[in-house]
């Protein structure tokens, strides 16, 4: 039976200063505290700025940061983390409402038929999203300006802005922490980033159940009315376009499954590919994931409680998905199976582009073969993990997905 595991191997400084966070624990003395009250109060200070718009964001916030006190076993790094994780995403939220409040012409950008990538995790949805991303008629939000968003990126000073080092530098913490995450998922300033960060401002996301062993949050997340969430990231888009804008954008999460109908009243004319891979695969590839990620916050890691709840947690998502899909207009989806992506992922963008009317050029192509060329999949080492570690199997699988294996089993082969 698989027991709990201490967090995988970190530097020294890092052992140190948890080790004197269990001391001081053991005291009484628990900081940063992770008190909504009190993060909105230093939020406010940092910022000078006192609008947070919609007040909606407060739930989030509130469930968040008690299951973060009450389940998540943070380290004191992690606590550290998480506590300026909120707090910069308080001030990303109120920097961007005081500057969208200054500036009308913000308001008025229009996002127009924008392409979501979504599907259970590791099925192929960051290949294609950071291909698709190569397209110059194509925008994505890169990590850098959604981290750090004012003032709007502008297209002459792109590649080269300031704040791009310095979110590199942030975003190299993480491979401090758990060593080997770069390996399991490209990070980096100029990537494509995934809509749960833009969502992170909204406090109802998927990235801090990504991060942090938070399961009654994310529960109560997929029951949300997620209406005033995607508007945040409508705003976000808008925000983000204001200065360079572009055809169409190109964005991608695999959360975006359980909101389909937030999603699309959101954006009626969005295109919509759903990447597929058996649910046994995927799962087993994204609970490795979870277990390095979180081994940088929490003191100690459980693979067999990660395996089994997001086997769960995901076969609720998918079934939603499929539910929720079955309401629209079929011709906003396209389905496209890991295997023939990996095979050719040329050739699958090819099919997604003809399938939804798009134009693609050669220069998207030589851009895309280029990218290829550039990062091969092994980049930073290979991931390597087994069903087994996390104790999945297929009469598992085929409990929680049997649905979703009827009506896409010629994608999972």
């Not at 039976?1 to 005291?27: C, E």
Request: net charge positive; charged share 25%.
């Amino acid at each position: 039976m698989t027991s709990k595991q201490p967090a995988p191997s970190q530097p020294a400084y890092v052992k140190l200063i948890n080790h004197l966070g269990q001391q001081f624990r053991a005291a009484g003395y628990n900081r940063p505290k992770l008190d909504p009250d009190l993060l909105i109060k230093q939020a406010k200070k940092k910022t000078g700025l006192e609008n947070f718009g919609d007040a909606s964001f407060r739930d989030g916030l509130d469930v968040l940061s008690a299951e973060l006190n009450a389940h998540a076993q943070l380290s004191q790094v992690g606590q550290i983390a998480a506590y300026f994780n909120l707090l910069d995403h308080l001030c990303v939220r109120l920097r961007l409402i005081d500057f969208r409040a200054n500036h009308s012409d913000v308001a008025r950008q229009t996002v127009k038929r924008p392409l979501f990538i979504t599907g259970l995790p590791r099925t192929g949805t960051t290949l294609l999203y950071e291909l698709i991303a190569q397209d110059p008629s194509v925008r994505s939000p890169a990590s850098w300006e959604v981290a750090r968003p004012i003032p709007p990126a502008q297209k002459r000073s792109y590649a080269v802005d300031k704040r791009i080092k310095k979110v590199d530098r942030m975003l190299a913490l993480a491979e401090k922490l758990s060593p080997g995450f770069r390996a399991i998922h490209a990070i980096g300033a100029k990537l494509p980033q995934e809509c749960v960060y833009i969502l992170a401002s909204h406090f109802i996301s998927e990235q801090f159940g990504y991060m942090y062993d938070v399961p009654r949050y994310r529960a109560w997340a997929l029951d949300q009315d997620m209406t005033a969430s995607y508007q945040w990231h409508a705003n976000f888009l808008q925000h983000l376009q204001a200065d360079f804008g572009s055809e169409r954008w190109v964005l991608k999460t695999p959360a975006h499954l359980a909101y389909l109908k937030y999603l699309v009243a959101q954006y009626p004319d969005a295109a919509v590919v759903w990447t597929h891979r058996r649910p046994l695969d995927a799962i087993s590839s994204f609970s490795s994931l979870l277990c390095n990620l979180r081994g940088g916050f929490s003191s100690v890691i459980n693979p067999k409680t990660i395996g089994n709840h997001e086997a769960q947690h995901f076969s609720k998502i998918v079934s939603r998905g499929m539910s929720q899909r079955d309401t629209f207009d079929q011709r906003q989806f396209f389905d496209v199976g890991f295997s023939a992506l990996c095979a050719d992922p040329i050739s699958a963008i090819v099919d997604i582009y003809n399938y939804f009317g798009l134009e693609f050029t050669y220069e998207a192509e030589d851009r895309m073969r280029k990218y290829l060329m550039q990062h091969p999949r092994h980049l930073y080492g290979e991931h390597t993990y087994s069903a087994e570690n996390f104790e999945l199997d297929e009469i598992r699988e085929r409990e929680l997905y049997s649905d979703y294996f009827s009506y896409f089993d010629s994608y999972l082969r």
